[in-house]
């Protein structure tokens, strides 16, 4: 089936996994400001409360580096991603990034017992936390080599101070100082610790193995569903276009032949016809035509298809399309006794629009503006060009819509301001909100605006083409007023 | 090729075929009328027109059928399309690359109502 394609169900399962590790990596250097903080803390804690002493200085300068690395992390973490990169690169990237942050915290780990008393500190256990937060990172397998890691830093230390080739950093206050060269005592807690560490980084590997795949399944089956309700809307959508087809052709066929009998008569290819013949056979005409105009206004709604639109776009001239759409509904405005003023600046920045919808959006804004507007009134169009945008603006003398029924004037069928009768099926607005839509743009209607209380200016917004002069019609010249 | 320039007339509404028929009179064409898509297959196996004039919405065979049917060999590939349909041109592209997934390679698109000079500026554009 062509169409767009939505993303398919690994790209789903990435981009939920890629969001959860973005959560939690957030959280992770969150923790790190914390304990950052608490080293000073625990300095303190034991100095002054537990009488506990070892030189604090490298221990503050541990807490300082690693409060900017953090920082650094921070930046890091909030970096733009480079536009493009697929969720499974994203993905990658972050796995590597939390790695080398769990990599920094063990170093860090290791010297802050190193310099708190090595094997004889009990908050070695920290280890344990590190593996822990590994294996909600990362992947089973790396979450196991972070505990290998652990191991190998602790047994490291253990053994420099033992063998006497690190210096050993006494606490003084807290045990004998022994401990680190009584052989059994150190083997103990390697055991221990590495024993827990490799453990509890295989279970949890398990455990958070089993979550990614569950998560996995459940992002298959949200893209299968999602691709079932895509195809579910494209057959929909097929059956409506096949049904309009045949609602018009039945609809219009009919008038078409109407139509056309009358004109083939009108221009004399059946024969001579007498004045008066003449004149009725063109009042019927009229009529057909205005009946042929409302049916291609209902399709127009039910029709106009966004996709359609994005391929007629092209750099479009707005002053150009106004004085179309005022030569379109002159003869409306004239009946009405409606004057239609044209303030569109000639040298208007272009838009990248469809000519042909631009010129029905304006003209249906224009015929609301005529519709509503009492004889003696006035319908006025202007545009502006603003930052990303070229404002449309159409304006009218008329007797306002109210606030109540701003809200659904863009919607199909709605008609406002039904005090009394006004002909027409009121799908103009609609149509006006669906092409400005399709266009990447917005329209927005205020009414009252003039400060005598009464009119509605609808403002359309159009994405701008960015600073591309285009032609002047120098044939045009400027018309201030038509009627 | 004879002096007169051939058209085929397909419509499955008698009044609509009456109604191009007596406008295209005025002219000096040889015409010709089929009622459906198959007729239309029929009457070009008989002869090739100079221009195939196309509703598209028929019982039988539909329009774009005709020409599917055309553009997928070279036997046709000569004779111009005018599509004269009620149908909007967009909706009925669309349908045509729905089903095909190729462009719809028609000469001229022509919706109905057409008036009568208009409709022969087009004929006389495509036959000439």
Redesign the interface.
């Known amino acids: 089936m ?1 169409g767009t394609n939505g993303p398919s169900a690994p790209m789903l399962e990435e981009m939920a996994e890629q969001a959860e590790l973005s959560r939690r990596l957030r959280q992770y250097i969150f923790l790190r400001w914390i304990a950052a903080g608490a080293i000073p803390a625990g300095i303190l804690a034991s100095q002054g409360i537990f009488a506990i002493r070892f030189p604090a200085a490298p221990v503050l300068g541990l807490a300082l580096a690693l409060a900017l690395l953090n920082a650094a992390f921070f930046f890091w973490s909030r970096r733009e991603q480079p536009p493009g990169l697929p969720p499974g690169r994203r993905v990658g990237r972050q796995k590597a990034f939390a790695y080398a942050q769990i990599v920094t915290d063990l170093v860090a780990l290791t010297v802050l017992l190193h310099f708190t008393g090595g094997v004889e500190n009990p908050f070695f256990i920290l280890y344990l936390v590190h593996a822990g937060v590994a294996t909600l990172l990362l992947d089973g397998r790396d979450a196991i080599w972070v505990a290998v890691l652990a191991v190998t830093l602790f047994a490291g230390l253990a053994a420099g101070e033992f063998s006497g080739r690190l210096p050993h950093v006494h606490l003084e206050g807290f045990s004998s100082g022994a401990l680190h060269g009584d052989g059994a005592y150190v083997a103990a807690v390697l055991i221990a610790v590495s024993g827990t560490l490799l453990l509890l980084s295989v279970v949890a590997a398990g455990i958070a193995g089993e979550g990614r795949r569950c998560r996995r399944e459940q992002a298959a089956v949200r893209a299968r569903e999602l691709a079932e309700a895509r195809e579910r809307l494209e057959e929909l959508a ?1 059956m409506r ?2 049904f ?3 609602a ?2 039945d609809l ?2 009919p ?3 109407g ?3 009358v ?2 008569i009108l ?1 004399g ?2 024969g001579d016809i007498s004045p008066k013949q003449r004149r009725w056979l063109e009042r019927t005409l009229a009529r057909l035509e205005e009946l ?1 105009q409302l049916i291609n206004d209902f ?1 127009d709604v039910s ?1 106009l ?1 966004a996709q ?1 639109i994005v391929q007629e776009m092209e750099p479009t001239s707005l002053p150009q399309i106004a004085w179309q759409a005022i030569d379109d509904v002159a003869v409306r405005a004239k009946e009405k006794g409606v004057a239609v003023e044209n303030h569109v600046p000639a040298d208007l920045p272009a838009v990248i629009g469809s000519p042909k919808r631009l010129r029905r959006l304006l003209v249906n804004l224009l015929d609301n503006g005529i519709k509503f507007t009492p004889p003696g009134g006035t319908v006025s169009l202007a545009a502006e060009a603003e930052a990303e945008h070229i404002r449309v603006d159409v304006a009218d003398t008329g007797v306002g819509i109210p606030s109540g029924h701003q809200p659904h004037l863009f919607e199909d069928y709605f008609r406002a301001r039904l005090r009394q009768f006004v002909p027409g099926a009121g799908l103009g607005l609609a149509t006006a909100r669906n092409i400005v839509k399709a266009h990447g743009g917005r329209i927005q209607v205020e009414s009252p605006y003039c400060p005598e209380h009464c009119g509605s200016k609808f403002s359309c917004y159009l994405p701008k083409e960015a600073a591309l002069p285009f032609p002047q019609d120098s044939e045009r010249q400027p018309r201030a007023e038509r009627a | 090729m004879g002096a007169e320039p051939y058209i085929l007339v397909v419509d499955d509404d008698p009044d609509i075929l009456e109604g191009i028929i007596t406008i295209l009179e005025t002219q000096p064409y040889r015409l010709a009328t089929a009622r459906d898509g198959k007729q239309c297959m029929e009457a070009l196996h008989r002869e090739k027109p100079d221009l195939l004039i196309l509703d598209l919405l028929m019982p039988r065979m539909d329009g774009w059928s005709v020409i599917r049917e055309m553009r997928s060999g070279d036997e046709y590939a000569g004779v111009p399309i005018m599509v004269l349909t009620t149908v909007v041109e967009d909706a009925s592209r669309r349908r045509y690359e729905l089903e095909t997934g190729l462009a719809m390679d028609v000469q001229d698109y022509v919706q109905k109502p057409v008036a009568p000079a208009e409709l022969l500026r087009r004929v006389n554009a495509l036959v000439k």
Do not use: C, E, G, P
Request: aromatic share 12%; hydrophobic share 40%; net charge neutral.
């Open positions: 062509s097929r276009t096949y309009l087809d045949l018009s052709h219009k066929t008038l078409a032949v139509i056309n009998y004109q083939t221009d290819f059946v042929l399709l029709l298809d359609r």
